[in-house]
Nanobody, 124 residues
Framework: QVQLVESGGGLVQAGGSLRLSCAAS????????MGWFRQAPRKDREFVAG????????DYADSVKGRFTISRDNAKNTVYLQMTNLKPEDTAIYYC?????????????????WGQGTQVTVSS
């Protein structure tokens, strides 16, 4: 059983930056693909970014491409989401997810474990 704990959320002004972290425990972190998803009020959960176990292959939603960067440190069992040039529409709860067998990083149904989420609020 893998446990995921997100941190780093908060309130930031538009144009600002935040770095989210997701610490994993209870499993072999380096074997898992990792993803970040978000859910805004009254909206469906959406894919933000994903990274395969090796750290080489990544994928981003079009809405964050060029502004967000996903990375992982397998020695620290942690995945990061560096967010820059934040916009009010980035306001959401951000969730970290881990999956053992992932064909598409964008598909939430392929992930096995989820964190509790961290709130990101971007003011205009």
């Amino acid at each position: 059983q893998v446990q995921l704990v997100e941190s780093g959320g908060g309130l930031v002004q538009a144009g600002g930056s935040l770095r989210l972290s997701c610490a994993a425990s209870g499993g072999t972190f380096r074997r898992y693909a990792m993803g970040w998803f978000r859910q805004a009020p009254r909206k469906d959960r959406e894919f933000v970014a994903g990274i395969m176990w090796s750290g080489v292959n990544t994928d981003y939603a079009d809405s964050v491409k060029g502004r967000f960067t996903i990375s992982r440190d397998n020695a620290k069992n942690t995945v990061y989401l560096q967010m820059t040039n934040l916009k009010p529409e980035d306001t959401a709860i951000y969730y970290c997810a881990a999956g053992n067998v992932i064909a598409s990083l964008r598909n939430a149904n392929e992930y096995d474990y989820w964190g509790q989420g961290t709130q990101v609020t971007v003011s205009s």
